[in-house]
């Protein structure tokens, strides 16, 4: 099968970068030619305001090239990841000038949410769920707290909504969950086009030991990932358990602070994929604090493949991701206390490590390999060509 993957990669990287390239490496593994067509978002700089104003909406060089490039190939789908902003919709019509069926993936809420994530002023937030205009998004600026690129943001789900877009130009999404498939039937997108598929991790890294004797966290740091959370269950415990941060953001003044005033934080900073699955291998137990609806974060995958277990919010997509009491364990957002005597419980007990462990690894070998996510995928890719057909 001739395929056609599409994404606008992100200035920083991301869960969804990697989750493109998997993809792609996938399909060429078993036999399919695949032609990725990108764009970055470095290329922003280079365009004025009117165009970064309204390339988000409608790029017209982007729908030019994507129908010129789907001749050239002879693509029999095309598969887009993230449109936001220089892609834009404009490809969906593209595909649909060139007889080409359309797959989504839905890494996130953007859709339905300018912000992308139901989050706003510390707690999650559905304002605009049901919106036409998802006005709220402005007034509040919930996109890069400006109200202007929030607008863009909301100008581009209020246009295609007009238009039809998501429900005509889209042959099936996949979303990640089921919660995120419910959350997206909720705001409007029709629920016979849904289908549910994780992601995956390719190659299998093997399990770690898990004998490093402290606690990893691995992401953005920002208000929504929970880190002021995560830090106030640290200062419970003193200098008892020692916690490494990998990764940056606007809140990393706050976690370099944390770490003078607690020796047991150690903050990391950004690292390669290979230096986290290394940590992952030796860490005792992922923290994933959030206070917003996480898609799918590719660091369960990997934290599951080596076998270790994860404490997390119970909240959105991460409640069923986790197994309380069996993969790791679930704590009321925002609940430092409740975090705090769960991370001392699995540092403190070899057993119940190395059970959780065991469990996290099993999961990940059922649901989160290749093989079981290509069988998926090629379903899903069956049924965008029949619905095509019609």
Same mark, same amino acid.
């Given at each position: 099968?001739?395929?056609?993957?599409?994404?606008?990669?992100?200035?920083?990287?991301?869960?969804?970068?990697?989750?493109?390239?998997?993809?792609?490496?996938?399909?060429? *593994?078993?036999?399919?030619?695949? &032609?990725?067509?990108?764009?970055?978002?470095?290329?922003?700089?280079?365009?004025?305001?009117?165009?970064?104003?309204?390339?988000?909406?409608?790029?017209?060089?982007?729908?030019?090239?994507?129908?010129?490039?789907?001749?050239?190939?002879?693509?029999?789908?095309?598969?887009?990841?993230?449109?936001?902003?220089? =892609? &834009?919709? &404009?490809?969906?019509?593209?595909?649909?000038?060139?007889?080409?069926?359309?797959?989504? !993936?839905?890494?996130?809420?953007?859709?339905? @949410?300018?912000?992308?994530?139901?989050?706003?002023?510390?707690?999650? @937030?559905?304002? @605009?769920?049901? *919106?036409?205009?998802?006005?709220?998004?402005?007034?509040? =600026? @919930?996109?890069?707290?400006?109200?202007?690129?929030?607008?863009?943001?909301?100008?581009?789900?209020?246009?295609?909504?007009?238009?039809?877009?998501?429900?005509?130009?889209?042959?099936?999404?996949?979303?990640?969950?089921?919660?995120?498939?419910?959350?997206?039937?909720?705001?409007?997108?029709?629920?016979?086009?849904?289908?549910?598929?994780?992601?995956?991790?390719?190659?299998?890294?093997?399990?770690? =030991?898990?004998?490093?004797?402290?606690?990893?966290?691995?992401?953005?740091?920002?208000?929504?990932?929970?880190?002021?959370?995560?830090?106030?269950?640290?200062?419970?415990?003193?200098?008892?358990?020692?916690?490494?941060?990998?990764?940056?953001?606007?809140?990393?003044?706050?976690?370099?602070?944390?770490?003078?005033?607690?020796?047991?934080?150690?903050?990391?900073?950004?690292?390669?994929?290979?230096?986290?699955?290394?940590?992952?291998?030796?860490?005792?137990?992922?923290?994933?604090?959030?206070?917003?609806?996480?898609?799918?974060?590719?660091?369960?995958?990997? =934290?599951?493949?080596?076998?270790?277990?994860?404490?997390?919010?119970?909240?959105?997509?991460?409640?069923?991701?986790?197994?309380?009491?069996?993969?790791?364990?679930?704590?009321?957002?925002?609940?430092?206390?409740?975090?705090?005597?769960?991370?001392?419980?699995?540092?403190?007990?070899?057993?119940?490590?190395?059970?959780?462990?065991?469990?996290?690894?099993?999961?990940?070998? !059922?649901?989160? !390999?290749?093989?079981?996510?290509?069988?998926?995928?090629?379903?899903?890719?069956?049924?965008?060509?029949?619905?095509?057909?019609?």
């Amino acid at each position: 099968m001739n395929i056609t993957v599409l994404h606008n990669f992100y200035q920083l990287p991301g869960g969804e970068d990697q989750v493109f390239k998997g993809e792609v490496d996938l399909l060429r *593994s078993f036999g399919h030619v695949v &032609s990725p067509f990108v764009l970055s978002n470095d290329q922003l700089a280079q365009l004025n305001r009117i165009r970064q104003a309204s390339s988000p909406i409608w790029n017209e060089d982007a729908y030019s090239k994507v129908r010129q490039h789907l001749r050239e190939t002879n693509a029999e789908i095309v598969h887009v990841h993230n449109t936001f902003p220089l =892609a &834009s919709p &404009s490809v969906y019509y593209a595909a649909r000038a060139e007889g080409v069926p359309v797959v989504q !993936t839905l890494h996130n809420f953007r859709l339905l @949410c300018p912000a992308a994530n139901f989050f706003r002023d510390g707690h999650t @937030c559905e304002s @605009c769920l049901h *919106s036409i205009t998802p006005w709220p998004a402005v007034v509040h =600026a @919930c996109y890069r707290d400006s109200r202007m690129a929030s607008a863009v943001a909301a100008g581009v789900i209020t246009a295609h909504r007009a238009l039809g877009t998501w429900n005509t130009k889209i042959d099936r999404f996949i979303a990640l969950t089921e919660f995120a498939r419910q959350k997206f039937i909720s705001g409007g997108l029709p629920a016979e086009k849904i289908s549910v598929k994780p992601n995956f991790m390719h190659p299998d890294p093997g399990p770690g =030991a898990g004998d490093g004797g402290f606690a990893l966290y691995v992401g953005r740091l920002s208000p929504e990932k929970g880190i002021e959370t995560l830090i106030d269950a640290w200062s419970l415990h003193g200098s008892g358990i020692p916690l490494k941060i990998v990764g940056d953001g606007p809140l990393r003044d706050l976690v370099t602070a944390a770490a003078e005033r607690n020796k047991s934080i150690e903050l990391l900073g950004w690292c390669e994929k290979e230096v986290v699955l290394s940590l992952m291998r030796s860490a005792a137990v992922l923290i994933l604090p959030s206070l917003c609806y996480e898609g799918f974060p590719m660091t369960v995958v990997e =934290a599951f493949a080596v076998g270790l277990p994860v404490i997390a919010s119970r909240i959105g997509s991460l409640a069923s991701l986790i197994e309380h009491g069996r993969t790791g364990f679930l704590f009321e957002p925002g609940n430092s206390e409740e975090l705090s005597a769960q991370a001392a419980s699995v540092l403190n007990s070899v057993s119940l490590r190395q059970s959780l462990g065991s469990a996290a690894r099993k999961q990940f070998l !059922t649901d989160y !390999t290749q093989k079981a996510n290509y069988s998926i995928l090629m379903e899903i890719y069956s049924s965008a060509c029949r619905i095509k057909a019609q």
